[in-house]
């Protein structure tokens, strides 16, 4: 059976970077249109709230491919192989323990208190076995109608069955699990900031 990609974009976190956007574009309208002089000075820290909402909660993905997993986070992208990972664990956001270490994906933070309270023991069916701590507990961020959780089963189901398999047996390449900066987001960031400094004390 061919393998399903699964691509996770949180949803919240794309609505909010909407509403971040717009409201900082109208912002930046009334400024301009209020005093032309004022919105040059002033227009830099709304574009930096924007750019922001856009870095920290519209570009964070986590993609589930054949071949390993790709987590897009704000300042990096990791692409991790299937051989390199560990274990997972969802105690603050999704983690992926590898041979080289802890991989947080952003996109993918444990459910708020809120969210767990309304937990029943079906919220936990089906969930691996590698899930478990040493006396077979399981964390509320584990419960698969959480999206951490969910996405940990997913993940979880894959990996054991390569595991079982006997796919792992080689080994891990050291070069196949890599890491990108965002230099460009970095860059603009710094930039922005240093604009909003500037247009502040002038």
């Known amino acids: 059976m061919a393998f399903q990609e699964v691509l996770y974009r949180p949803v919240l976190g794309r609505t909010l970077a909407v509403v971040t956007a717009v409201v900082c574009a109208l912002g930046a309208?009334?400024?301009?249109?209020t005093d032309g002089?004022?919105?040059?000075r002033y227009v830099w820290p709304i574009a930096l709230v924007a750019f922001a909402a856009w870095a920290l909660f519209w570009r964070p993905s986590l993609r589930v491919q054949e071949h390993g997993i790709t987590v897009e986070n704000v300042l990096r992208t990791y692409?991790?192989?299937?051989?390199?990972?560990?274990?997972?664990?969802t105690r603050y956001?999704?983690?992926?323990?590898?041979?080289?270490g802890r991989v947080g994906v952003w996109a993918a933070p444990a459910p708020g208190r809120h969210r767990t309270l309304?937990?029943?023991?079906?919220?936990?069916?089906?969930?691996?076995?590698?899930?478990r701590g040493a006396h077979g507990s399981l964390r509320p961020a584990d419960a698969i109608t959480t999206p951490s959780g969910n996405l940990a089963q997913v993940i979880r189901g894959h990996w054991e069955r390569l595991r079982d398999a006997?796919?792992?047996?080689?080994?891990?390449?050291?070069?196949?699990?890599?890491?990108?900066?965002?230099r460009a987001t970095i860059t603009v960031a710094v930039v922005l900031a240093i604009a909003s400094l500037v247009g502040l004390l002038i």
């Open 29 to 33: 309208v009334v400024l301009f249109w």
């Open 93 to 100: 956001a999704l983690t992926l323990h590898t041979v080289s």
């Open 166 to 182: 006997g796919a792992f047996a080689y080994g891990v390449d050291p070069d196949a699990m890599t890491v990108t900066w965002h």
């Open 79 to 89: 692409f991790v192989p299937w051989p390199a990972i560990t274990s997972l664990d």
């Open 37 to 40: 002089m004022a919105g040059i």
């Open 118 to 131: 309304g937990l029943a023991s079906k919220d936990f069916d089906g969930v691996g076995a590698s899930a």
